[in-house]
Nanobody, 129 residues
Framework: QVQLVESGGGLVQAGGSLRLSCAPSRRTSRLYAMGWFRQAPGKEREFVAAVSVSSGMTYYADSVKGRFTISRDGDKNTVYLQVNSLTPEDTAVYYC??????????????????????WGQGTQVTVAS
């Protein structure tokens, strides 16, 4: 496991944008995928986006395709989530996650919370209408 440090959340008007950042607290070669999930009040945590560290392939939830972009800076060991065209329905705590034991290599685990063994503390994104 690694500790993950997130930043970039905040309050934004509908239609606005934010960039969320997440970085492990220490460099590690055992990093196979990084993802973002979100959890709104009273709802389960849901998948938003992920990137495979080895292949660079990206994965998105249907609800964010075309609006959100996940990217990774290998030199800085940081993953970003650019969120555009925000709506009030995007209001949630956004969590960064990392897979350090290859769970995401199997089935559709990259889309599942069980695919990740390390989690950040979460960053609040609030979209005002």
């Amino acid at each position: 496991q690694v500790q993950l440090v997130e930043s970039g959340g905040g309050l934004v008007q509908a239609g606005g944008s934010l960039r969320l950042s997440c970085a492990p607290s220490r460099r590690t070669s055992r990093l196979y995928a990084m993802g973002w999930f979100r959890q709104a009040p009273g709802k389960e945590r849901e998948f938003v986006a992920a990137v495979s560290v080895s292949s660079g392939m990206t994965y998105y939830a249907d609800s964010v395709k075309g609006r959100f972009t996940i990217s990774r800076d290998g030199d800085k060991n940081t993953v970003y989530l650019q969120v555009n065209s925000l709506t009030p329905e995007d209001t949630a705590v956004y969590y960064c996650a990392a897979d350090t034991i290859k769970r995401t290599y199997y089935d559709d685990s990259i889309y599942q919370t069980d695919g990740y063994d390390s989690w950040g503390q979460g960053t609040q994104v609030t979209v005002a209408s």
